[in-house]
Protein backbone atom coordinates (compact mmCIF):
# COMPACT_ATOMS: atom_id res chain seq x y z
CA UNK A 1 0.00 0.00 0.00
CA UNK A 2 1.56 3.37 -0.81
CA UNK A 3 0.39 6.81 -0.06
CA UNK A 4 2.05 9.98 -0.53
CA UNK A 5 3.65 11.79 2.54
CA UNK A 6 2.31 15.11 0.70
CA UNK A 7 -1.18 13.41 0.67
CA UNK A 8 -1.05 12.96 4.44
CA UNK A 9 0.30 16.39 5.41
CA UNK A 10 -2.23 18.01 3.55
CA UNK A 11 -5.39 16.16 4.69
CA UNK A 12 -4.16 14.86 8.44
CA UNK A 13 -2.24 17.42 10.06
CA UNK A 14 -1.95 18.21 13.11
CA UNK A 15 -2.04 14.51 13.53
CA UNK A 16 1.11 13.96 11.75
CA UNK A 17 4.59 13.72 12.85
CA UNK A 18 7.77 14.13 10.42
CA UNK A 19 10.91 12.39 11.82
CA UNK A 20 14.44 12.23 9.99
CA UNK A 21 13.41 8.52 8.96
CA UNK A 22 9.84 7.95 9.32
CA UNK A 23 6.25 9.55 9.40
CA UNK A 24 4.16 8.79 12.21
CA UNK A 25 0.01 9.39 10.82
CA UNK A 26 -1.90 9.33 14.18
CA UNK A 27 -5.37 8.50 13.56
CA UNK A 28 -8.55 9.12 16.60
CA UNK A 29 -10.58 6.49 17.13
CA UNK A 30 -13.99 6.31 19.68
CA UNK A 31 -11.89 3.90 22.11
CA UNK A 32 -8.19 3.68 20.76
CA UNK A 33 -5.53 5.15 19.32
CA UNK A 34 -3.97 4.04 16.33
CA UNK A 35 -0.74 5.12 14.65
CA UNK A 36 0.79 4.43 11.20
CA UNK A 37 4.58 4.17 10.20
CA UNK A 38 5.53 5.02 6.93
CA UNK A 39 8.97 4.91 5.32
CA UNK A 40 9.66 5.82 1.88
CA UNK A 41 5.29 6.10 1.34
CA UNK A 42 5.22 2.92 2.61
CA UNK A 43 3.78 1.61 5.86
CA UNK A 44 6.10 -0.01 7.75
CA UNK A 45 3.99 -1.05 10.63
CA UNK A 46 0.78 -0.35 12.82
CA UNK A 47 0.61 0.48 16.05
CA UNK A 48 -2.87 0.13 17.91
CA UNK A 49 -2.76 2.13 21.63
CA UNK A 50 -6.17 1.34 23.51
CA UNK A 51 -7.31 4.89 25.34
CA UNK A 52 -9.65 5.97 27.64
CA UNK A 53 -11.99 8.37 26.49
CA UNK A 54 -14.53 10.74 28.75
CA UNK A 55 -18.14 9.77 28.42
CA UNK A 56 -19.19 12.96 27.66
CA UNK A 57 -16.81 13.31 24.15
CA UNK A 58 -19.36 10.03 22.96
CA UNK A 59 -22.02 12.62 23.19
CA UNK A 60 -23.60 13.37 19.54
CA UNK A 61 -25.83 16.48 20.83
CA UNK A 62 -26.88 19.11 23.12
CA UNK A 63 -28.68 17.94 26.25
CA UNK A 64 -32.37 16.72 25.38
CA UNK A 65 -33.20 16.23 29.22
CA UNK A 66 -32.50 17.81 32.68
CA UNK A 67 -34.32 17.11 35.57
CA UNK A 68 -33.30 19.36 38.63
CA UNK A 69 -34.28 18.94 42.56
CA UNK A 70 -33.85 21.94 45.14
CA UNK A 71 -34.30 21.08 48.33
CA UNK A 72 -34.56 23.43 51.47
CA UNK A 73 -35.22 24.29 55.23
CA UNK A 74 -36.77 26.80 56.96
CA UNK A 75 -37.48 26.86 60.72
CA UNK A 76 -40.66 27.06 62.05
CA UNK A 77 -42.21 27.30 65.81
CA UNK A 78 -41.62 24.75 68.27
CA UNK A 79 -38.86 23.08 67.75
CA UNK A 80 -40.17 22.15 64.24
CA UNK A 81 -38.72 23.23 60.64
CA UNK A 82 -40.29 23.25 56.98
CA UNK A 83 -38.61 21.07 54.57
CA UNK A 84 -39.49 22.00 51.03
CA UNK A 85 -38.85 20.45 48.00
CA UNK A 86 -38.94 21.11 44.32
CA UNK A 87 -38.61 18.85 41.26
CA UNK A 88 -38.86 19.67 37.99
CA UNK A 89 -38.01 18.47 34.25
CA UNK A 90 -37.23 20.11 31.70
CA UNK A 91 -37.01 18.56 27.68
CA UNK A 92 -35.02 20.33 25.05
CA UNK A 93 -36.81 18.51 22.42
CA UNK A 94 -40.35 17.61 21.15
CA UNK A 95 -41.66 14.17 22.36
CA UNK A 96 -44.72 11.83 21.94
CA UNK A 97 -46.31 10.55 25.06
CA UNK A 98 -46.97 7.06 25.60
CA UNK A 99 -50.50 7.37 24.57
CA UNK A 100 -49.30 9.33 21.22
CA UNK A 101 -49.89 12.93 21.70
CA UNK A 102 -47.21 15.11 20.57
CA UNK A 103 -45.90 17.69 23.44
CA UNK A 104 -43.38 20.30 22.54
CA UNK A 105 -40.42 21.23 24.15
CA UNK A 106 -40.73 22.55 27.59
CA UNK A 107 -41.50 21.92 31.24
CA UNK A 108 -43.02 18.43 31.75
CA UNK A 109 -43.08 17.93 35.15
CA UNK A 110 -42.74 20.92 38.37
CA UNK A 111 -44.25 19.91 41.50
CA UNK A 112 -43.36 21.27 45.49
CA UNK A 113 -43.84 19.59 48.23
CA UNK A 114 -43.62 21.06 51.76
CA UNK A 115 -43.36 19.42 55.02
CA UNK A 116 -43.89 20.20 58.81
CA UNK A 117 -41.33 18.27 60.41
CA UNK A 118 -40.63 18.23 64.00
CA UNK A 119 -40.93 16.31 67.53
CA UNK A 120 -41.18 13.88 68.57
CA UNK A 121 -38.07 12.70 66.64
CA UNK A 122 -38.15 14.51 63.19
CA UNK A 123 -41.99 13.63 62.73
CA UNK A 124 -43.61 14.63 59.81
CA UNK A 125 -46.32 16.62 61.38
CA UNK A 126 -48.19 18.42 58.02
CA UNK A 127 -47.46 18.17 54.40
CA UNK A 128 -48.76 20.13 51.27
CA UNK A 129 -48.19 20.11 47.55
CA UNK A 130 -48.62 21.93 44.55
CA UNK A 131 -48.46 20.57 40.74
CA UNK A 132 -47.25 23.23 38.80
CA UNK A 133 -47.01 21.12 35.82
CA UNK A 134 -47.86 17.57 34.93
CA UNK A 135 -48.46 16.22 31.42
CA UNK A 136 -52.33 15.13 32.37
CA UNK A 137 -55.32 16.01 34.15
CA UNK A 138 -55.07 12.11 35.66
CA UNK A 139 -51.67 13.62 37.79
CA UNK A 140 -54.07 15.54 39.83
CA UNK A 141 -56.02 12.55 41.38
CA UNK A 142 -52.72 11.91 43.02
CA UNK A 143 -52.32 14.98 45.56
CA UNK A 144 -54.18 13.20 48.04
CA UNK A 145 -52.38 10.10 48.68
CA UNK A 146 -49.67 12.93 50.12
CA UNK A 147 -51.50 12.93 53.38
CA UNK A 148 -50.61 9.31 54.22
CA UNK A 149 -47.11 10.66 55.13
CA UNK A 150 -48.47 12.70 58.19
CA UNK A 151 -47.18 11.09 61.37
CA UNK A 152 -44.38 8.88 59.32
CA UNK A 153 -40.93 9.49 61.17
CA UNK A 154 -37.98 10.11 59.36
CA UNK A 155 -35.24 7.32 60.33
CA UNK A 156 -33.80 4.08 59.36
CA UNK A 157 -36.51 2.48 56.32
CA UNK A 158 -37.74 5.63 55.50
CA UNK A 159 -37.36 5.34 51.92
CA UNK A 160 -39.06 2.11 51.91
CA UNK A 161 -42.33 3.24 53.94
CA UNK A 162 -42.75 6.60 51.56
CA UNK A 163 -43.28 3.64 48.61
CA UNK A 164 -45.29 1.38 50.51
CA UNK A 165 -47.66 4.42 51.13
CA UNK A 166 -47.73 6.21 47.69
CA UNK A 167 -45.42 4.75 45.49
CA UNK A 168 -46.80 2.30 42.62
CA UNK A 169 -49.85 2.55 41.44
CA UNK A 170 -50.63 4.40 44.83
CA UNK A 171 -49.35 7.81 43.60
CA UNK A 172 -47.11 9.56 41.40
CA UNK A 173 -43.57 8.40 40.50
CA UNK A 174 -41.96 12.39 40.73
CA UNK A 175 -43.77 12.70 43.80
CA UNK A 176 -42.06 9.97 45.26
CA UNK A 177 -39.05 10.42 44.53
CA UNK A 178 -39.24 13.91 45.72
CA UNK A 179 -40.04 12.91 48.93
CA UNK A 180 -37.41 10.00 49.40
CA UNK A 181 -34.98 13.02 48.38
CA UNK A 182 -36.30 15.14 51.31
CA UNK A 183 -36.07 12.67 53.59
CA UNK A 184 -31.86 13.27 53.19
CA UNK A 185 -32.46 17.36 53.68
CA UNK A 186 -34.69 16.32 56.83
CA UNK A 187 -32.29 14.98 58.14
CA UNK A 188 -29.36 17.75 57.33
CA UNK A 189 -31.55 20.29 57.93
CA UNK A 190 -33.01 19.42 61.27
CA UNK A 191 -29.75 18.68 62.43
CA UNK A 192 -28.47 22.09 61.02
CA UNK A 193 -31.31 23.65 62.94
CA UNK A 194 -31.36 21.31 66.09
CA UNK A 195 -26.99 22.30 66.38
CA UNK A 196 -27.64 25.99 65.50
CA UNK A 197 -30.43 26.35 68.70
CA UNK A 198 -28.14 24.31 70.96
CA UNK A 199 -24.82 26.63 70.66
CA UNK A 200 -26.49 29.76 72.54
CA UNK A 201 -27.40 26.83 75.74
CA UNK A 202 -24.76 26.09 78.35
CA UNK A 203 -23.83 22.70 79.01
CA UNK A 204 -26.90 21.42 80.65
CA UNK A 205 -29.25 18.70 80.33
CA UNK A 206 -30.69 19.88 77.68
CA UNK A 207 -26.91 19.67 76.08
CA UNK A 208 -27.02 16.35 76.80
CA UNK A 209 -30.30 15.13 75.33
CA UNK A 210 -29.11 17.27 72.20
CA UNK A 211 -25.78 14.94 71.86
CA UNK A 212 -27.99 11.73 73.14
CA UNK A 213 -30.35 12.53 70.00
CA UNK A 214 -27.21 12.77 67.89
CA UNK A 215 -25.53 9.71 68.21
CA UNK A 216 -28.61 7.56 68.46
CA UNK A 217 -29.36 9.09 64.91
CA UNK A 218 -25.78 8.77 63.19
CA UNK A 219 -24.75 6.00 64.54
CA UNK A 220 -24.24 3.50 61.73
CA UNK A 221 -25.75 5.79 58.94
CA UNK A 222 -22.10 5.59 57.13
CA UNK A 223 -18.51 4.42 57.42
CA UNK A 224 -17.65 7.76 59.59
CA UNK A 225 -20.30 7.26 62.12
CA UNK A 226 -19.91 3.37 62.28
CA UNK A 227 -20.40 1.78 65.39
CA UNK A 228 -17.31 1.21 67.76
CA UNK A 229 -15.50 3.84 65.25
CA UNK A 230 -13.73 6.88 66.32
CA UNK A 231 -16.69 9.48 66.56
CA UNK A 232 -19.42 7.38 67.31
CA UNK A 233 -17.33 6.16 70.67
CA UNK A 234 -15.71 10.32 71.17
CA UNK A 235 -19.50 10.77 71.55
CA UNK A 236 -20.68 8.21 73.71
CA UNK A 237 -17.47 9.12 75.99
CA UNK A 238 -18.65 12.47 76.32
CA UNK A 239 -22.04 11.91 77.33
CA UNK A 240 -20.93 8.79 79.94
CA UNK A 241 -18.07 11.64 81.17
CA UNK A 242 -21.41 13.88 82.16
CA UNK A 243 -23.19 11.57 83.56
CA UNK A 244 -21.05 10.93 85.99
Known amino acids: ?25 TEFHCNYLLKLY ?23 DDKIHTRTISLSTYPAKNNCVIVEGILKDDRTV ?4 ATGESKPPGTIHQMIIRMLVGPPGMTIQDVEVEMVDVPRDECFETKSGIDKLKGLQVKSGFTAKVKDLIGGNKGCAHMTTLVTSMGHEVIQGYYTFFANTNQHQSE ?41
Not at 215 to 220: G, P
Open 204 to 244: STTSDAYKKGMNNFLEDTCHVWRKGGLLITKLKQGLQKNIE
Open 94 to 97: GIYL
Open 1 to 25: MRLSILFIQHYYHPYIQLLPDRVIL
Open 38 to 60: YLKDQIMFISKQDIHMGLMEQAT
